[in-house]
């Protein structure tokens, strides 16, 4: 199996001030090529170190990573260290420095000479060109092994990785053993219970290099299965049985599959599918559930708009909430919640109404209506119900847990299902 | 200076199952407490690299942090590299073994013989007696050197370092010099121009052991100065004359002090202190913007709401936007945005509003309305501009960009400064 190290350069990796999540994104894209992730070394900005930990990761190892360090600011030396490294020269890249102009010229900012040199890069380099930044890539070979120089701008590496080394990873290194992974989301079920109620006991299925994690994150729990092979196919193969056995025990609980699937797209999808609109009625959320729906490519085809009614008035004028409901019940219920649904898909002409009223926090909680209380309300084409919650005492967290159940909550009613997340209870 | 290593171990940090965000948290209180971390060194579960790292660590840092590998499975060996690298023999600690027994039986676990091999240290180690877990941390005092070697679970980790190692580094490196740090935010200015143009040279100011970052992210640039003195205070001497010429530079460009700062909440504060309201009326950034707004604790104070009209029906009826306009200029125009940003105004009843319309992407553009084309509208007590800004083929990037540039140009507008983010033209 052939060997990887990451080189992450940056103070700023070092004292705290950013998380290097570069690394974690690079350790999973490279274990999936196939590649022993051996080491992450994060260096600062130290010329001599950084020198030290490529050369000895040209020796040690088949393939090396190295971001950050390329921006035009005095501090940014690793483009030095290479050019030294390999005793090489810079050259200017003509199409890398129309880029950079053209980037500039269209964002009306002023060019300057620092910007230029980033259009310079070791003569002996394969550009790696940037599309969305101005620090091109780097691509080495050196004998067995092959060197990525990328920028630390998350986006622009990823870009980079994607679109640009993983093609050459594939020419430089035939016929290596790769590895199949796929991965199923769910949403609204805690990990223990799916782990253990729901999928049980998997150890029969875990031999032949077959692995699975559970991987809790804010928007629910990802399943992740692996299995490595001499091909796709064969390490494909290895998990058929598993997956079977997923979509048996925990089908109705899978919104999608792949690391990237968004729940946001899969309801966009089955509105799509059922020629239905949305429109959305937002207290407690603020915008957050219509920004994650927006967020999908294409979703104007089915998202009409939204009111974000944070004060009262809004809710009376643009929503149609009843004025007595909200002072003998408060913002925060039911009825307000139902109304807030309704009225939204009233205004805005959508089949369904979608609508989050709830106590965020930090402050505005009461004994009856702690912090993390939230009412969320279902208009669809007239069914109408609502759920009743109670979240944490963060205030972003509550935003968060709201959208998802939210969401996730149509998407069982689109499918017919019949349940509904974290067993809460629909309430008319 | 004293220099610090992080090694951390353990294969799903390597894979990219796991974010590092041990390392993040060390890095940031070893250099509050005065110590330059000079490398993060993750390695997998391998007996011969682990040992490598740490033996380097010794000769080449005064300290060193290690996590993780301290669990009972197999693939934990942190602590039999150590003993053997120290030539040590493993003991057992009896306050360790009752504190497992205690908490295996308060959790209703089954007792195992891998659990009680926890309770067993290196001699020549002090136990750092680890409440919240059954794996102990170790204090390591070699020449001038210290070790800490502590669990991989962050919250126990973390009680460890803020109850355990914080005393014994004081101890042991005495009379150490300390770091003061301050955080400048910036939005609306490109890293280069805040940089050459801006700012200029401070080649002057970098000496006794004054440093300089930019640190750009999507929300903007933030500008971090640091210096080493032997107290806080002398630390902080240091950095005043640089912090002055930085605000006599850029003044009206930082928009707040502290890492943590957010534009929402420094736009909230000034529409607190100016006694206005707002709202907001969202085309292509979808609740973004709202969301953004009212992420703030305490926002509903002046957010009264908003609409996001991403159907042209609802931009008509609920925002008041003329339909010859939107025929003849279409959505994406200064007409549509400055109509929006009055109408949410009026409708709501706010003395602000303001708007957003664009292409976000990935469809949707043409020659004349390419994709990144978004126009910002303003209605501010009755003043009313627009602004044209170009930016990239990104959706989520175009939705971020547009809501920084909206709250950014809020602030100035507040403020009164008279210039734009990016030198962005108001246009009526």
């Given at each position: 199996?052939?060997?990887?190290?990451?080189?992450?350069?940056?103070?700023?990796?070092?004292?705290?001030?950013?998380?290097?999540?570069?690394?974690?994104?690079?350790?999973?894209?490279?274990?999936?090529?196939?590649?022993?992730?051996?080491?992450?070394?994060?260096?600062?900005?130290?010329?001599?170190?950084?020198?030290?930990?490529?050369?000895?990761?040209?020796?040690?190892?088949?393939?090396?990573?190295?971001?950050?360090?390329?921006?035009?600011?005095?501090?940014?030396?690793?483009?030095?260290?290479?050019?030294?490294?390999?005793?090489?020269?810079?050259?200017?890249?003509?199409?890398?420095?129309?880029?950079?102009?053209?980037?500039?010229?269209?964002?009306?900012?002023?060019?300057?000479?620092?910007?230029?040199?980033?259009?310079?890069?070791?003569?002996?380099?394969?550009?790696?060109?940037?599309d969305l930044g101005t620090?091109?890539?780097?691509?080495?070979?050196?004998?067995?092994?092959?060197?990525?120089?990328?920028?630390?701008?998350?986006?622009?590496?990823?870009?980079?990785?994607?679109?640009?080394?993983s093609d050459k990873l594939?020419?430089?290194?035939?016929?290596?053993?790769?590895?199949?992974?796929?991965?199923?989301?769910?949403?609204g079920v805690p990990e223990?219970?799916?782990?253990?109620?729901?999928?049980?006991?998997?150890?029969?299925?875990?031999?032949?290099?077959?692995?699975?994690?559970?991987?809790?994150?804010?928007?629910?729990?990802?399943?992740?299965?692996?299995?490595?092979?001499?091909?796709?196919?064969?390490?494909?193969?290895?998990?058929?049985?598993?997956?079977?056995?997923?979509?048996?025990?925990?089908?109705?609980?899978?919104?999608?599959?792949?690391?990237?699937?968004?729940?946001?797209?899969?309801?966009?999808?089955?509105?799509?599918?059922?020629?239905?609109?949305?429109?959305?009625?937002?207290?407690?959320?603020?915008?957050?559930?219509?920004?994650?729906?927006?967020?999908?490519?294409?979703?104007?085809?089915?998202?009409?708009?939204?009111?974000?009614?944070?004060?009262?008035?809004?809710?009376?004028?643009?929503?149609?909430?009843?004025?007595?409901?909200?002072?003998?019940?408060?913002?925060?219920?039911?009825?307000?919640?139902?109304?807030?649904?309704?009225?939204?898909?009233?205004?805005?002409?959508?089949?369904?109404?979608?609508?989050?009223?709830?106590?965020?926090?930090?402050?505005?909680?009461?004994?009856?209506?702690?912090?993390?209380?939230?009412?969320?309300?279902?208009?669809?084409?007239?069914?109408?119900?609502?759920?009743?919650?109670?979240?944490?005492?963060?205030?972003?967290?509550?935003?968060?847990?709201?959208?998802?159940?939210?969401?996730?909550?149509?998407?069982?009613?689109?499918?017919?299902?019949?349940?509904?997340?974290?067993?809460?209870?629909?309430?008319?």
């Amino acid at each position: 199996m052939r060997k990887a190290h990451i080189i992450s350069i940056g103070n700023e990796l070092l004292i705290g001030d950013t998380i290097n999540t570069n690394a974690s994104w690079i350790g999973r894209f490279l274990t999936e090529k196939g590649f022993f992730v051996e080491q992450v070394n994060t260096l600062p900005d130290d010329y001599a170190l950084i020198k030290e930990f490529i050369d000895l990761s040209l020796k040690e190892s088949d393939f090396t990573v190295v971001t950050g360090g390329l921006g035009p600011t005095h501090d940014d030396i690793t483009k030095k260290v290479i050019t030294d490294l390999f005793d090489d020269e810079l050259i200017e890249i003509e199409s890398v420095l129309n880029h950079i102009k053209d980037m500039f010229r269209k964002r009306d900012f002023d060019f300057s000479r620092s910007n230029a040199e980033q259009a310079l890069v070791p003569k002996s380099c394969t550009v790696l060109f940037n599309d969305l930044g101005t620090a091109p890539g780097m691509w080495f070979e050196k004998k067995n092994h092959a060197l990525a120089v990328l920028p630390g701008v998350p986006y622009e590496m990823k870009f980079l990785m994607n679109k640009r080394v993983s093609d050459k990873l594939e020419n430089f290194f035939p016929g290596q053993d790769v590895w199949a992974t796929r991965y199923f989301k769910t949403a609204g079920v805690p990990e223990s219970t799916l782990s253990d109620q729901i999928v049980g006991d998997l150890s029969t299925y875990l031999n032949n290099g077959v692995q699975v994690a559970y991987l809790p994150n804010p928007g629910g729990v990802t399943i992740r299965i692996s299995a490595e092979g001499n091909s796709k196919t064969a390490a494909n193969e290895k998990l058929e049985s598993l997956q079977e056995l997923l979509y048996k025990n925990a089908g109705d609980l899978i919104y999608g599959e792949g690391r990237d699937c968004e729940l946001a797209a899969v309801v966009g999808d089955l509105l799509n599918q059922t020629n239905k609109t949305i429109s959305v009625a937002e207290s407690c959320t603020g915008g957050m559930l219509s920004s994650d729906i927006t967020d999908v490519a294409g979703s104007s085809n089915y998202m009409l708009g939204g009111v974000i009614a944070y004060a009262n008035d809004v809710k009376i004028i643009h929503l149609g909430v009843n004025e007595n409901d909200l002072i003998n019940d408060g913002a925060v219920s039911k009825k307000v919640a139902l109304q807030m649904a309704k009225g939204v898909a009233s205004n805005m002409n959508s089949t369904i109404g979608v609508s989050t009223t709830g106590i965020a926090g930090p402050g505005g909680g009461s004994a009856e209506k702690p912090v993390g209380t939230v009412w969320m309300g279902f208009w669809i084409d007239g069914k109408s119900f609502a759920l009743k919650a109670q979240f944490t005492n963060d205030r972003l967290i509550n935003k968060q847990r709201t959208v998802m159940v939210v969401l996730e909550t149509l998407r069982r009613e689109l499918l017919g299902l019949g349940t509904y997340p974290y067993n809460l209870k629909p309430q008319q």
